[in-house]
C-alpha cells in the first residue's frame, strides 16, 4: 500500500543522495552539444540561507532543468563572494578571525543548499578568499597596471568612518555608505583607480545591444554613465599662464557668465586664495563644507554658500573680468570642478548670485518678452531669444549653442567637448579582509610590481584585528616590510590596502569555467566553450554596482587579449523581492512572526499579550523581523513545496508575496497530484500512453483530456521560453489535473485509460523541473527504468492542440446557467436554438419573452440571454 501522502523526509534525502553519487550534474565541455551557462549571483557567506537566495536559486534551477531536458550541455556552478567587512565586523564582534567565520558559514549555507536539490556542479564551488582564486585578481592588476589601465593618484574619496573605509562613487547611496548607511565624508587619500572612464562610451553603446537585460537596468546604467554634450571653454586667470577650464552644456549662455564657482577640494582655491585678504576666509569656508555632506543628492539639500577666493578670471566670449567663488554645490568629483555661473540662465547661480549681489544679466529671454535683472523671481533656463551676445544677438538660443561653440573654438578659447558622469573605480580599501593589492613601495624606484613568480600575495592570517575596524595590515613587519625587487632596498613597504570585494565579484563567472586551473584566470579553452554566460539571475540592486563593474572587467580581458567577448552576460533576469507584512506590539515593537499569536479577531504579542498591529507588506528585513526562516519551511513542508510556493505566488521579475496559504496551497497540490499519480497506477498500471492524433480517439472524453494534455504542455513551453513565468505554467498545470481528477477512473475504457496515463506522465514531466525530487519519485513509482531528470523536454502534437469542438458558455440576464460542447463549425442561429432549448437553460426563459440573445464568439463561444 503506497503512502496517501508525499513524504518529502523520505523522498527528498533519497534522490538527492542519488544525484549526487551518480554526479549527474558534473559537465564537461562537449563539443557535440550546446552549451548553456545559467548563473546566480554567488552569496555573501553570511550564516544563512534567506528566503530572497532560495527564490533566485529556485528560478536558476528550475532553467537549468528545463534546458537539460532539451538537450543543452548545462553549466551551473556555485560559489562564495567570500572577502568583505561583514566577516571581519563579526570576526571583531566574536572575538574570531574572519577566515574561521567565513568557512564555518560557506559549510552551513553549502549544507542549506544541498537540501534545496539545487542541480549545481559541486566540483566548480569556488571561495573568493581562498589564494588560488585572488592569486589571478593580482596577476591581472599588475597586467592592468603595465598597461596603464590602472593608477594611483591622492584624491577627495568618499569615506565612512564607521566602516573605516574608502567607498566607491557607486557605494555611496543618498550619501550613506551602502553597507551600514552612515553619512560619507570626503577625505583625501592615495589611492588605486581603474580606469573605467575610458570605457565609458563603450559601455554606453552597448547597453542598447543588450535586448536579453530589462531596460530598467540599462536605463540605470545610462543614467550613471551619465553622458552630456557640450563645449569645454577656458577661462583665463587673472595674472596667471594657466586656464580654468570649464564643461557647459550650455555655451550659447557664455556672455552671462558673470562669475566663476570652483568646488572647495578644487587645488586652485587653496593657490588661487594664498597671500590674499580672503585667504582666512576661504579656509575657514573650506573646512565647514568638508563636514557637510558632498554628493549630488547632498548639496541640493544644502543653502547655496560660498565665498569670493581673491581672484578674478576673463570670460572668454566678452573678455571681462569676473569673480572666482568657491562654493559648497560644486562637486570635484562632477566635471571638472568648476562651473561658469550664469546666473540668468540657472536656478544655483541665480540664488547664488542674488544671496551675494552679483551681477545677473539677461543672454537669453522668451520670445516677445524681455526679462529684468531687478524683479525677475527666478532663473529662465529655457529656449528663446539671445540678448547681450554680441553678435549671437537675436539669433535663436538652439542654433547659438553650436554657433558660439563654434566661434570660441575659432578664437582658440572653446571647443565641442562630452562630459561622462561616470568616474573612475577607486579600489583602495583600508579592512583587512580582502586581496592584497600586488605592489611595492621602494623610496627610490617608487610602486614596483610584485614579480609574477611571487604571486599570490597571500593575506596574513596572523592578525589580531583591531577594536575600531581599521586594518591591521600596516602594523605587520612581517608583512608590510620587504625588499624592493627593483633595487634590493631593504626599506621597501608593501601596499597594506585591500582591493574592493567587487574586483572579484566582476570575473568570477569565468573561474567556474575552469575552477581549478593553475596556469592562468582560466582556461582559455573551457573559457571559449562556457562563457559567457547566457542566463544570469540576481537582483536590480546591482545594476550600477556589480553589473556594471562585470561589463568593464569583460572590456579589459578583452582588450589583454583573454576572452573573445566583451558582454559577460547575454540575458539577465532581475527577480522581484520577497515582501511580507510588518508586525508591532506597543510595548516590543517589531515582532517576529512567531512572536504573535491569535488573539480575538486579531493577533496578541506572545511576551506581553498586547494586541499586534499588522503593517505594510515590505521587503523582508532582519531590521523589521518580517522574515521566514527557509529552514522552518524545510522542515515543515519540504524542498519541492517551498520551491513551488516561490513559483507560483508571483512571476519571477515581480515581488512575491509571502503568504502562509499561499505554502499551505502549494503543498495541497503536491499532495492532490501524488494521490491522483497512486490512482493511476492502481488502475492501468501496464498500459501504454497513448502517443496518436487527437482525431483518431473515438471516446469524447479521451479526446477532450488528450487535446488538455498537449495543449498545457503548449503552454507550460511558452510561458517559461517567454520570461519564466511559471506562475502561469504552473497554473496550467493545474487546471489538466483538474480535467483528469473529473474523470471516473474506475469507469474508464482502455482508450481513456491510455490517455489519462499520458496525461499522468506529462504533469510529472512538466513539474519536474519545480518539483524535482517529487517527480522523480513517481516516475520511479510508475515503473520507468530512468531518470526523469534525464527524458526530453515532452513535445505536443500540432494536430492534436486544437479540439474540433467547442465550449459554449450561456447566460442569463449576465449569470452563467449552461455549459454544453459542440462542433466548431456549428453556426450561430442553431447554437441559439441549442442554448434556448437546453433543459437547464428553460426553466428561465418559459413564460418569458426573450429580448436579446447576443452570441459572442471567441476562444470559447458565449451566449447571452436577455429576458
Ligand atoms: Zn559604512
Ligand atoms: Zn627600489
Ligand atoms: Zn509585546
Given amino acids: 500500500m503506497m503512502e496517501e501522502r508525499y513524504n518529502p523526509d523520505e523522498v527528498e534525502p533519497k534522490w538527492q543522495k542519488y544525484w549526487n553519487e551518480k554526479q549527474l550534474f558534473k559537465v564537461t565541455e562537449d563539443p557535440s552539444k550546446q552549451k548553456y551557462y545559467l548563473l546566480e549571483m554567488f552569496p555573501y557567506p553570511s550564516g544563512k540561507i534567506h528566503i530572497g537566495h532560495v527564490r533566485n536559486y529556485t528560478i536558476g534551477d528550475v532553467v537549468v532543468r528545463y534546458k537539460r531536458m532539451n538537450g543543452f550541455n548545462v553549466i551551473h556552478p556555485m560559489g562564495w563572494d567570500a572577502f568583505g567587512m561583514p566577516a571581519e565586523n563579526a570576526a571583531i564582534d566574536n572575538n574570531t578571525h574572519p577566515a574561521v567565520w567565513t568557512y564555518e558559514n560557506i559549510r552551513a549555507m553549502r549544507a542549506q543548499l544541498k537540501k534545496m536539490g539545487f ?518 513542508y519540504g524542498a519541492d513545496v517551498t520551491r513551488l510556493f516561490c513559483l507560483f505566488a508571483a512571476p519571477p521579475e515581480r515581488d512575491l508575496e509571502w503568504s502562509a496559504d499561499g505554502v499551505e496551497g502549494a503543498n495541497r497540490f503536491v499532495n492532490r497530484v501524488w494521490r491522483l499519480a497512486i490512482n493511476c497506477m492502481a488502475n492501468m498500471q501496464g498500459i501504454p500512453p497513448y502517443g496518436g492524433a487527437a482525431g483518431d480517439l473515438k471516446g469524447g472524453d479521451a479526446k477532450a483530456l488528450y487535446i488538455k494534455a498537449n495543449q498545457t504542455i503548449q503552454k507550460v513551453t511558452t510561458d517559461i521560453e517567454d520570461n519564466f513565468h511559471f506562475n502561469t505554467a504552473i497554473a496550467a498545470v493545474m487546471e489538466l489535473v483538474n480535467a483528469m481528477y473529473a474523470l471516473d477512473m474506475d469507469q474508464a475504457d482502455e482508450e481513456l485509460k491510455s490517455v489519462l496515463w499520458f496525461s499522468m506522465e506529462n504533469v510529472l514531466l512538466l513539474l519536474s523541473p519545480i518539483v524535482p525530487h517529487f517527480s522523480e519519485e513517481l516516475f520511479q513509482r510508475m515503473g520507468h527504468e530512468g531518470l526523469i531528470l534525464d527524458q526530453a523536454w515532452p513535445q505536443y502534437r500540432e494536430d492534436s492542440i486544437t479540439s474540433d469542438e467547442i465550449l459554449v458558455v450561456v447566460q442569463v440576464n449576465g449569470k452563467l446557467r449552461a455549459k454544453f460542447n459542440t462542433a466548431v463549425d456549428t453556426d450561430e442561429s442553431d447554437i441559439k436554438n441549442m442554448a434556448l432549448t437546453d433543459p437547464r437553460i428553460a426553466k428561465y426563459v418559459e413564460d418569458k419573452s426573450v429580448r436579446k440573445i447576443i452570441v459572442i464568439q471567441k476562444k470559447q463561444t458565449l451566449v447571452n440571454i436577455v429576458v
Fill in 119 to 636: 542541480s549545481y556542479d559541486w566540483d566548480r564551488e569556488i571561495a573568493t578568499c581562498r589564494p588560488e582564486y585572488y592569486k589571478w585578481e593580482q596577476w591581472l592588476f599588475i597586467q592592468m597596471l603595465e598597461k596603464g589601465m590602472v593608477y594611483r593618484k591622492e584624491a577627495y574619496v568618499n569615506w565612512c568612518e564607521k566602516c573605516q573605509t574608502v567607498l566607491a562613487n557607486e557605494q555611496v547611496e543618498q550619501d550613506c555608505c551602502w553597507r551600514c548607511s552612515k553619512p560619507v565624508e570626503q577625505k583625501k587619500l592615495w589611492q588605486w583607480f581603474f580606469k573605467i572612464t575610458d570605457y565609458a562610451e563603450d559601455l554606453l553603446v552597448y547597453c542598447d545591444d543588450l535586448p536579453g537585460w530589462p531596460d530598467k537596468v540599462t536605463t540605470m546604467q545610462k543614467n550613471w554613465i551619465g553622458k552630456s554634450i557640450g563645449a569645454e571653454l577656458k577661462f583665463k586667470i587673472e595674472g596667471r599662464q594657466e586656464d580654468l577650464n570649464v564643461f557647459t552644456t550650455r555655451p550659447d549662455t557664455v556672455f552671462g557668465a558673470t562669475f566663476m564657482c570652483l568646488a572647495p577640494e578644487h587645488p586652485l582655491v587653496e593657490e588661487l586664495s594664498k597671500g590674499t585678504e580672503q585667504e582666512a576666509a576661504v579656509a575657514a569656508f573650506v573646512e565647514k563644507v568638508s563636514k557637510q555632506e558632498r554628493s549630488v543628492d547632498g548639496i541640493e539639500k544644502l543653502e547655496k554658500e560660498g565665498v569670493f577666493i581673491g581672484a578674478h578670471c576673463i570670460n572668454p566670449a566678452t573678455g571681462e573680468k569676473i569673480p572666482v567663488y568657491t562654493a559648497n554645490f560644486v562637486l570635484m568629483a562632477y566635471g571638472t570642478g568648476a562651473i561658469m555661473s550664469v546666473p540668468c540662465g540657472d536656478q544655483r547661480d541665480f540664488e547664488f548670485a542674488k544671496k551675494y549681489g552679483l551681477e545677473i544679466r539677461i543672454v537669453v529671454q522668451p520670445e516677445g518678452e524681455q526679462l529684468d535683472p531687478q524683479t525677475m523671481t527666478e532663473a529662465f533656463s529655457g529656449r528663446g531669444v539671445m540678448v547681450n551676445s554680441g553678435q549671437f544677438n537675436g539669433m535663436d538660443s538652439h542654433a547659438a549653442l553650436e554657433a558660439i561653440t563654434n566661434w570660441l573654438d575659432e578664437e582658440g578659447r572653446g571647443k565641442k567637448a562630452i562630459s561622462y558622469r561616470l568616474r573612475d573605480w577607486g579600489i583602495s580599501r583600508q579592512r583587512y579582509w580582502g586581496t592584497p593589492i600586488p605592489v611595492i613601495h621602494c623610496p627610490d624606484c617608487g610602486v614596483v610590481p610584485v614579480p609574477e613568480s611571487e604571486l599570490p600575495i597571500t593575506l596574513p592570517e596572523d592578525a589580531n584585528l583591531l577594536e575600531k575596524g581599521g586594518s591591521p595590515l600596516p602594523t605587520l613587519d612581517f608583512f608590510a616590510k620587504t625588499t624592493c625587487p627593483s633595487c634590493g632596498r631593504e626599506d621597501a613597504r608593501r601596499d597594506t590596502d585591500t582591493m574592493d570585494t567587487f574586483v572579484e565579484s566582476s570575473w568570477y563567472y569565468l573561474r567556474y569555467c575552469s575552477p581549478r586551473f593553475d596556469q592562468g584566470m582560466f582556461d582559455p579553452d573551457a573559457v571559449k566553450y562556457w562563457a559567457p554566460v547566457d542566463q544570469y539571475i540576481g537582483g536590480v540592486e546591482h545594476a550600477v554596482l556589480h553589473l556594471l563593474y562585470s561589463r568593464y572587467f569583460a572590456r579589459v580581458l578583452n582588450v589583454l587579449g583573454l576572452i573573445e567577448f566583451k558582454e559577460p552576460f547575454t540575458c539577465l533576469l532581475t527577480q522581484g523581492m520577497v515582501c511580507k507584512e510588518t508586525m508591532t506590539c506597543p510595548e516590543h515593537g517589531f515582532l517576529f512572526p512567531e512572536q504573535a499569536q491569535k488573539k480575538g479577531e486579531g493577533l496578541g504579542c506572545t511576551m506581553c499579550g498586547k494586541d499586534v498591529e499588522v503593517g505594510r507588506v515590505i521587503k523582508m528585513s532582519k531590521s523589521k523581523k518580517n522574515v521566514v526562516d527557509p529552514n522552518a519551511l524545510l522542515e515543515q
